[in-house]
């Protein structure tokens, strides 16, 4: 055959088919629609976090500890091209308002930053004025948050007492890009000039100021060269124990890890469209091939080769794929650019995704692989009919040789491991995806033989006549159970899979969501204010109040050896762990735990002899904490010894009142103490409840946390929203590809339906018998498959995710009983035509 | 008391199909009435109408304009679904592809008219009408495991399984080599002769119509002639 006889072959033999192979175009295409969007999808969230977190650490580098930067570090960040440099100091110290006529002004620990240079390069600093804070600070100007000058009765234009010396307040500083609120705020706000804090002799030598060394880079610079950059300042650092040097991407592992649970979610709602897109074309292709063998029997008694047969049908599914993939790729496209806009606040100023040409690419090469590779075994097995079709139209192809098969079967599954592989950016993740997959064919495959081997044996002449008819379909030779069973089951894995992860994901983010969140923390209570301050919460219209006794100490000894011992012996990488032993700590005492503390280790006060402490997991790790350990705290000069008794897992973004350390009642009794509250109040309480209390308490101080909660309720609600819509497309996506599958194959059902109604079976008896039929293999089908989807999700929830999941056996038994049910109406949609015919037409054709 | 009606009626029966652009007349203006317990034979060359004819007849067709008659009632007009139940356990069908369910073996095949005419004890009469065409080993096979003979023997036992009144046969040998065609013929012969049905039967060989009581020749959906 040559070019111009085979390309018009190629058309002749689209000619009846076009619609059945349209729906093979748009099956690859939904699937490459997916990859393309979500590659585009995860550049754009991986960017936009990126910038939250420069946004978070206020630049792309820092660098902090108890010492002013050493010069040679200082060296490698001036010799840095285009860096920008800002240096801030941190200390806690007690401001006063002026003396009134009515004695001494009141006076308040806070929180003093002093800063030198462009502070901050990313995010805003929120001031009123809006004006650049160096102007602001300029000469005696200081700025002060809210609850400092309502904590001291004081107004923009007032004086205020920092180390002695008059400064005057010349804004209000609302909100600042690198601070969050917390709990464990030493206290309110407070802004100088570098030059100001020199002048109050604040940082002397020896007192506790903490450094902190900004870097910007110039605004194209990757993540890499921040790191690059760090590396270099690190290893500038005579003494590395005494500094931290942090890049913008290892901040912020909370937010990180958000995006990376949305992003993998994305993979694997795009992964699985993909594999229920190679399932409808196999699906349609065999159909379409079915429906061909008559044609392949006469090429093949007209003398045509099996290799330009296979040649022929093979560049017609390619050219299909062609087409399918391309039209998916550049609904992908059109997808990437109307997603952001739909999860516009997920994370501020997300960016639209940039022409990507390699996701466009890679799109385009899975949608061909995945039709070449779901093609190639019907094409196989087609291609083994005997000629003598043309004589007996039920001479079935011959089954394939056991090594084709095999070869076949193996080819398979490394095409799914290799895209599974490519889609994942992990080999190991694409193979064990592809095992798991091929496992649940085995299974699904084992199954429909047993399926067929009972309808075989069942002694079906007792049964209802539809019902005998839809067993006796299952078991005849060449019924295609086989291939039809597997590919519900797989519809069904795919469905259920997703629907459960989606379902576990978006319960385990309605739990996050802080419903019932405190919106305001109050510290510096004095034990005896409790009563009275707590009298004000109330007034204030307070729906929930927790209030805990905080005690301050520092380790003294852990398992008998000194904290100085333990800090010296951590190697130069641990600054965590020598930073957690050397700070000075929080403690409270509790008789129970709150809802989002579980303990995870050893039992809570089960030893009635020592006295004992609880301790959170992962800082336990960090320190090397155990079970069975024995603390020395020291508390204010007074050791205490406390036996660990448990470990605790705290779900810290519940934003309620956490600890490391928990001691058991009694074993603090008598140490200084102060207490915090956490409270959430009616909108405009918390403003209500800060001038109350700096009248009656002015030592107390509460920090809003209201804009904070709700824009993290925004961003979760959000998430949620695009994990719905996601997984919810999926599984329509999905469940259409699978309706179209089973209706490409009912089509050929049009002969018994009209033999059916030559010997007096009524049209509502024929449908009957299909339903029965359908229905058996789909809900067999469905199960296997509902339950190899759970094992996925399972899996995937708990390695990817780190999530619990919880078993639904509801889920199953409906997706049992959705699949056969969408199966029955799917098959009978298909017959629809057939089963209106008269019974003449069907037998004309033969 | 007036005379019986014929078993099978046709009355000025028309049947055009559309064929692109043009009409085409496939069965033109025919009538025929055949007798309860006759036997008749259908004759014309390739495209002449006679299975068009036999389908209009069975109801499994609709003609374009006539009557068509059963036992003096008219079909023409009934639902898909009357005609269906009209069917069971009055008319059996042989036709020359055999139309075996698949699906089903061959006693399942043979089983289901019964079943569908609600007769009692159907398996005992599939299993009789089985060891009528000679296979009664053979009831467990699915129609790919039997031979074109085998098949059309099955077809025939499921056409007889309800007793019907109206055997109607398009080209029922058609597919088969001279001896099993021959065998064939000669089970259909003795079955009907047996049972007392009526037959209406397609070919295109005179030999077989020779067995007949008597032949109608169509051409260009006209009866020609009869004999």
Known sequence: ?846 | MSPPPPRLELRQVTKRLRSGERELVVVDRVDLAVAAGEFLAVLGPSGSGKSTLLGLAAGLDRPSEGRVLLDGREIQDLSERELAVMRRGRLGFVFQSFQLLANLTALENVLLPIELAGRARPLEAARGMLAAVGLAERGHHYPAQLSGGEQQRVALARAFAAEPELLLADEPTGNLDGATGALVLELLVRLRAERGATLVLVTHDPEVAARADRRIHLRDGRIESQS
């Open chain 1, 1 to 846: 055959m040559n070019a111009r006889a085979f390309a018009r072959q190629l058309a002749r033999e689209s000619r009846g088919a076009r619609g059945r192979l349209a729906f093979f175009a748009l099956c690859l295409g939904a699937g490459v629609a997916g990859v393309v969007a979500v590659a585009g999808f995860s550049a754009a969230l991986r960017e936009g976090l990126a910038s939250e977190a420069r946004r978070l650490l206020a630049g792309d580098l820092r660098v902090e500890g108890l010492r002013p930067l050493p010069e040679p570090a200082a060296r490698v960040l001036a010799a840095e091209s285009g860096a920008r440099v800002a240096s801030v100091r941190e200390l806690a110290t007690v401001v006063a308002a002026p003396p009134t006529s009515a004695g001494a002004g009141r006076s308040r620990l806070v929180e003093l930053r002093a800063v030198e240079g462009d502070f901050p390069f990313y995010g805003r600093l929120t001031l009123d004025p809006e004006r650049p804070l160096a102007e602001l600070l300029a000469g005696d100007g200081a700025v002060a948050a809210p609850e400092l000058l309502s904590g001291l009765g004081l107004a923009v234009g007032d004086s205020i007492s920092v180390g002695g010396r008059p400064f005057r307040l010349r804004g209000v500083v609302h909100a600042e890009p690198d601070r969050l609120g917390s709990a464990f705020a030493l206290g309110p706000r407070l802004y100088l000039s570098g030059a100001s804090l020199d002048a109050t002799g604040l940082d002397r030598l020896g007192s506790r100021v903490e450094h902190r060394t900004l870097v910007g880079l110039p605004g194209d610079a990757s993540a890499a060269r921040a790191q690059e950059l760090a590396a270099r300042v690190k290893a500038a650092l005579p003494d590395p124990d005494f500094h931290r040097v942090e890049t913008a991407a290892q901040g912020q592992p909370e937010l990180r890890r958000g995006v990376d649970r949305t992003e993998r979610f994305l993979g694997l709602a795009a992964l699985l469209s993909l594999l229920v897109g190679g399932v409808g074309v196999a699906q349609t292709v065999r159909a379409w091939l079915a429906s061909r063998l008559e044609a392949i029997a006469v090429w093949k008694t007209l003398g045509a080769r099996p290799g330009e047969i296979a040649a022929l049908y093979l560049t017609q599914v390619a050219l299909l794929a062609a087409a399918g993939a391309t039209a998916g790729a550049l609904a992908g496209l059109a997808l990437q650019r109307a997603l952001p806009p739909l999860l516009a606040g997920l994370l501020p100023d997300l960016p639209l995704p940039a022409f990507q040409p390699a996701a466009l690419a890679r799109g385009l090469a899975l949608g061909l692989g995945v039709a070449l590779l779901f093609a190639t075994p019907p094409l196989a097995a087609a291609l083994r009919v005997p000629a003598a079709r043309v004589l007996r139209r039920d001479a079935e192809p011959l089954p394939l040789p056991r090594a084709a098969t095999a070869a076949l079967g193996l080819a398979l599954a490394a095409g799914v491991a290799a895209v599974a592989a490519l889609q994942a950016g992990s080999l190991a993740y694409g193979t064990a995806f592809a095992a798991g997959l091929a496992a649940t064919a085995a299974l699904l495959a084992g199954a429909a033989r047993g399926l067929i081997a009972l309808a075989r044996r069942l002694p079906r002449l007792g049964l209802p006549v539809p019902l005998r008819w839809g067993v006796a379909a299952l078991g005849r030779p060449g019924a295609g159970t086989l291939a039809h069973v597997v590919a519900l089951g797989l519809g069904a894995l795919v469905l259920v899979g997703m629907a459960t992860v989606e379902r576990n994901l978006v319960r385990r983010l309605d739990a996050e969501l802080p419903a019932d969140a405190p919106t305001a923390f109050l510290i510096d209570i004095q034990p005896s204010q409790w009563e009275t301050v707590r009298a004000e919460i109330e007034a204030a219209g307070a729906t929930r109040t927790d209030s805990v006794p905080v005690v301050m100490a520092r380790f003294a000894s852990i398992d008998g050896r000194s904290v100085r011992e333990l800090a010296a012996s951590a190697s130069r990488e641990e600054g965590r762990r020598r930073w957690a032993l050397t700070r000075e700590q929080r403690l409270t005492w509790l008789e129970r735990l709150a809802d989002d503390n579980r303990v995870v280790a050893g039992a809570l006060w089960s030893d009635p002899e020592r006295f004992e402490v609880s301790v959170e997991e992962e800082f336990a790790r960090d320190l090397g904490i155990r079970v069975g350990s024995t603390l020395v705290l020291d508390v204010q000069g007074v050791p205490v010894e406390l036996a660990v008794t448990s470990l605790r897992s705290v779900r810290w973004e519940t934003f309620g009142i956490n600890f490391f350390l928990v001691a058991e009642p009694g074993a603090l009794d008598r140490a200084p103490q102060m207490r915090i509250a956490a409270v959430r109040l009616p909108p405009g309480g918390e403003q209500r409840l800060r001038d109350a209390l700096a009248a009656s308490h002015p030592n107390v101080t509460l920090f809003a946390i209201r804009d904070v909660l709700e824009k993290v309720v925004a961003v979760l609600e959000r998430v949620g929203l695009g994990i719905r819509f996601v997984g919810g497309f999926t599984v329509v996506a999905g469940a259409a590809i699978l309706a179209g599958a089973v209706a490409a194959g009912a089509a050929r059902r049009a002969r018994e339906v009209a033999i059916g109604k030559a010997i007096g079976m009524t049209r509502a008896q024929v449908a009957a018998l299909f339903a029965a039929e359908y229905g058996l293999a789909g809900g067999a089908g469905g199960l296997i498959g509902a339950v190899a989807g759970t094992v996925l999700a399972a899996a995937v929830l708990e390695r990817g995710f780190e999530i619990d999941w919880r078993f639904e056996p509801a889920l199953l038994a409906a997706a049992a009983a959705a699949t056969a049910l969408l199966a029955i109406l799917a098959g009978l949609a298909a017959s629809l035509r057939p089963l209106a015919e008269r019974p003449i037409e069907a037998l004309r054709h033969e």
